[in-house]
């Protein structure tokens, strides 16, 4: 094996060990508090900035650590960029439609 | 002995093909919640009173366990992808088991959870709903469609981990050959991301 081409972790790199994703999980439970918390305040703005600001914080420590994007190639990094920016361009036409009506 | 022996010890592995065609089928994932996202911000922009009165119906502390339950899961699969990689196969059976038991306490949950709005007359076509505005019709719709679809994934995502749990058994997970179960946690995290924006959209609107 040890002569082989294709080595075994071609693509896998780096090992991240558990404490790593222990802490994600942590700041993921305390954002999860914080959402609910700002959401159950009452105040719309509050609830927002949350839903704005929290979330998809939330969703890119799940991306990056959870998914390992963080350490994957450049090349899939600009692969995951291109596919959120198509999602945003489809989001935001079709709210430009919508209010511009 | 050499070629052909050799040939058989190292079979043809493309580790990155894999995870790139996985990670294609999770951005088609994206664009398909992506869809139900952008309807539920049209709806939800028209009839902002009627959603935010609907939304109070649901049981947030239901919500906000399940998010948990799903973002430890979350943290048990990786961790069972870091034990396989450490060649600790017992850590990684024990937290891929968890994975699984805590994916089928969130549809456990989640069971409990429909069966209270069923009995409560909340349904899609129910005689209660109908009587209902429309914008809270459009609310129960979008709730049963995007949660009804994400559990669907959950159920996917339960019985392929199953699978996985079954081939790190029989040693077809291994420390050099762990790309299989990679590739399932990458479908169960995006079903956690999915959960993300369903919380607030949904539990926390009101």
Known sequence: ?101 | MSAEADSHATPHRDYIGAKLGMWIFVFTELILFGGLFVAYGMYRSMHPHDFHKAAGELNVRLGVTNTVVLLTSSLTMVLSIVAVRLQRKGQAMLFLGSTVVLGCVFLFNKFFEWKAKIHHGLYPGSEHLMARPPGERLFFGLYYGMTGLHGLHVTVGVVLLSVMFALLRRDKIRHDDFVKLENSGLYWHLVDIIWIFLLPLFYLAA
Request: glycine share 6%; aromatic share 12%.
């Open chain 1, 1 to 101: 094996m040890s002569n082989s081409t294709t080595k075994p972790d071609a693509g896998h790199p780096h090992i991240v060990g558990y404490g790593t994703f222990i802490k994600v999980w942590i700041a993921l439970l305390a954002l999860t508090a914080l959402l609910v918390g700002l959401s159950l305040a009452g105040s719309p703005n509050l609830a927002l900035l949350g839903l704005l600001v929290i979330t998809p914080t939330k969703a890119s420590l799940v991306l990056f650590y959870f998914m390992h994007l963080k350490y994957e190639s450049t090349a899939l990094k600009y692969m995951v960029a291109i596919a959120l920016a198509v999602l945003v361009i489809f989001v935001g036409l079709t709210f430009t439609d919508y209010l511009f009506r």
